[in-house]
């Protein structure tokens, strides 16, 4: 049975892909189901904010304040897109969600009980990937793009060891994102078809 009204989300490390492989991946899918591809930081209020405020660091603010913009952005993003396009049946594909809250501020020294409170709101999504690449592999792959506050190596590596507890309790599935950009899409494409079709 095909399913209809599908949360997927796409996590991994800033440069593994993920926005490469979201749009690939809505591409395919788009010839079989209705799909919505979008994004966090969202283009809303909170999210246009965070996208202003927080990601470089002559504009930072501590880490609590942007775990809560983080958290208060994905509820104004569930609600006014996300569910909304559940609702009409299709197939939403989102470029970070909640994990990278975890992964990210949790690197930061957050505990993820406290994250995890904070989004308590957040619709559970129904398949969730981990796009993994080594960190000094990201690093090298964004070398030429200004830097955001979380491109250090030792911030990856922590971010990648958070990722990787969700992947072992079985929330978030691996995908190896290692490999040129077609062969890691059809890898994500069949796992999720796989999901889609079950
Ligand atoms: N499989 C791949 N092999 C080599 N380079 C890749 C691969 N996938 C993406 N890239 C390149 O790596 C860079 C980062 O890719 P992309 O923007 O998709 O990553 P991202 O995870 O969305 O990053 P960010 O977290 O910064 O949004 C781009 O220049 C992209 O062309
Ligand atoms: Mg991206």
């Not at 070398?143 to 072992?168: A, C, D, N």
Request: hydrophobic share 35%; glycine share 8%.
């Amino acid at each position: 049975m095909t399913k209809k009204g599908v949360f997927i989300i796409i996590e991994g490390l800033d440069g593994s892909g993920k926005t490469t492989q979201a749009n690939l991946l809505a591409k395919k899918l788009s010839e079989s189901f209705s799909v919505f591809f979008t994004a966090e930081p969202s283009h809303g209020k909170t999210g246009t904010y965070i996208r202003e405020s927080c990601l470089y660091e002559e504009k930072r603010l501590p880490a609590a304040s942007e775990a809560l913009l983080f958290a208060a952005d994905r509820i104004e993003h569930l609600e006014n897109e996300v569910k909304p396009a559940l609702a009409e049946g299709k197939v939403v594909i989102c470029d970070r969600y909640l994990y990278s809250s975890l992964a990210y501020q949790g690197s930061a020294g957050l505990g993820t009980s406290w994250i995890k409170k904070i989004n308590s709101y957040a619709l559970k999504p129904d398949f969730g990937i981990f796009i993994d690449v080594p960190p000094e592999q990201v690093l090298e792959r964004l070398r030429r793009r200004k830097k955001s506050v979380m491109e250090t190596l030792e911030i990856q590596q922590k971010v990648r060891g958070i990722y990787l507890k969700f992947v072992e309790n079985g929330e978030l599935i691996k995908v190896d994102g290692n490999g040129p950009k077609d062969e890691v899409s059809s890898v994500l494409y069949s796992k999720i078809l796989g999901f889609l079709e079950k």
